[in-house]
């Protein structure tokens, strides 16, 4: 059955990380995995999480079956989170919240359901856009095209050609956003630009999906919802949340797939499906990361333990950005990073090719993904002067 399969590709990230792993340089500095490290280069546990999973302890829960969509308790706070709990959105009960391992496992709910129940519709990806979307919709059998957003040119976003490309859809596509902290370029639409975008929809009908990675790590808890709350009136729309950034849950596998119909009933009736998707998928999903997240958001304690984490860890990204400019500043190269300081979350185009990728991981045991693309948190206050000093030395061999 098997000896005919030619070996798999491997994973651009994750084999640029093992290929890390082995480097004995011990200078060595991984700018290409996608998770957050602190100024020391640890991947933290939050206090509010810590504590969260002491009361879990004493509370002796037990590890029955969740229902199909996880926890209503969970549902509920998520929503919260996720749209605002005095949004219309949530007033007008429009939207339902299922708990799914991870924001990879909503997508790939999302994708499922869309494929069964919403008549196979064209997915469409910014471009570029965080290459897994491509395997986990393609995974579902649904066509994928790409719609123009970053620009190398002005490294900013392509607005125009984006409305150019999405004013040509209709109700048989699918369009997915970054709801903040675009990943890769680190490009989000401004708040005008979000209306734009709104406004596109209601003319063409097609379906808002947006995945949420980052909420809290771009501009601010509420601020990063912004683009999703610009949705608020289209007839339906998906929301696919991860945990694993904002609560430090990479892997408990934490994230949720939030449907918003017209109406309660219209939201009910979608919602049914939903969970027949969920049920033939995974059947139910994993308590734990769920019950640590509805154990911080309805302790007001807890609640402000972690916002003040998600706060810090946004401040430190911001600082890293600023110390990366002022430092390649320093080194006299003739490029004008500032843009760097202009983007949001943990990933930013560095500008840098290939070949400058490719001498900064063999001369300096620097790890960079192809193409460019860096997460800013993992530069420390005790690496960025090493960082700067290795980009310059390659941008002048140019
Ligand atoms: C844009 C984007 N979407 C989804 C995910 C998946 O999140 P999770 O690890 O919770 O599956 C990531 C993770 O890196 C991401 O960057």
Redesign the pocket.
């Known amino acids: 059955m098997f000896e005919k399969l030619e070996p798999a590709p491997p994973d651009p990230i994750l084999g640029l990380t093992e290929a890390f792993n082995k480097d004995p340089r011990p200078e060595k500095v991984n700018l290409g995995v ?1 998770v957050y490290q602190d100024a020391t280069g640890r991947t933290p546990t939050f206090d509010s999480i810590r504590e969260a999973q002491k009361r879990l302890l004493q509370a002796d829960v037990s590890m029955n079956y969740l229902p199909i969509p996880g926890a209503p308790a969970y549902a509920n706070a998520v929503r919260d989170l996720v749209f605002g709990a005095d949004s219309r959105i949530v007033q007008d009960n429009r939207s339902r919240t299922a708990h799914t ?7 790939r709910v999302a994708a499922d359901f869309l494929a069964v129940h919403g008549g196979r519709p064209t997915v469409w990806f910014s471009q570029p ?2 290459p ?2 491509n395997g986990v919709f393609e995974a579902a059998g649904l066509p994928i095209q790409s719609y123009p957003y970053y620009d190398r040119a002005t490294q900013g976003i392509d607005f125009a050609g984006m409305v150019a490309c999405l004013s040509r859809l209709g109700p048989k596509d699918v369009v997915l956003m ?1 709801a903040c902290c675009h ?1 890769p370029s680190g490009l989000d639409p401004d708040a005008e630009q979000w209306k734009a975008l709104a406004e596109l929809q209601r003319k063409h009908g097609f379906l808002p999906l947006f ?1 949420f ?2 909420q809290g790590l771009g501009r601010g808890l509420e601020p990063d919802s912004e683009g999703i709350r610009a949705f608020s009136d289209a007839p339906a729309m998906l929301v ?1 949340s ?4 904002n609560f430090g849950l ?1 892997n408990q ?3 949720a797939l939030s449907f918003v119909g017209q109406t309660s009933e219209a939201a009910d009736l979608a919602f049914g499906h939903l969970k027949r998707t969920i049920r033939a998928m995974y059947s139910n999903p994993p308590a734990y990361g769920g019950a640590l997240v509805t154990t911080v958001l309805g302790d007001p304690a807890l609640r402000a333990i972690w916002r003040e984490e998600v706060d810090a860890m946004r401040a430190r990204i911001a600082e890293m950005r600023s110390a990366l400019v002022r430092g390649l500043e320093a080194e006299g190269i003739d490029r004008d990073f500032s843009y760097l300081t202009e983007q949001y979350g943990m ?1 930013s185009f560095s500008g840098l090719s290939d070949a400058h990728v490719n001498a900064l991981r063999d001369r300096f045991a620097i790890y960079i993904v192809k193409g460019g693309r860096i997460n800013v948190a993992g530069i420390t206050p005790g690496n960025v002067a090493y960082i700067c000093k290795s980009v310059a030395t390659v941008l002048k061999a140019d």
């Not at 991860?242 to 950034?245: E, H, L, M």
């Open positions: 996608g391992p991870g924001g990879t496992g909503a997508l856009t965080w897994n979307h970054h990943n995945d990675a980052y696919a991860s945990f694993s950034k990479y596998r934490t994230g990933f």
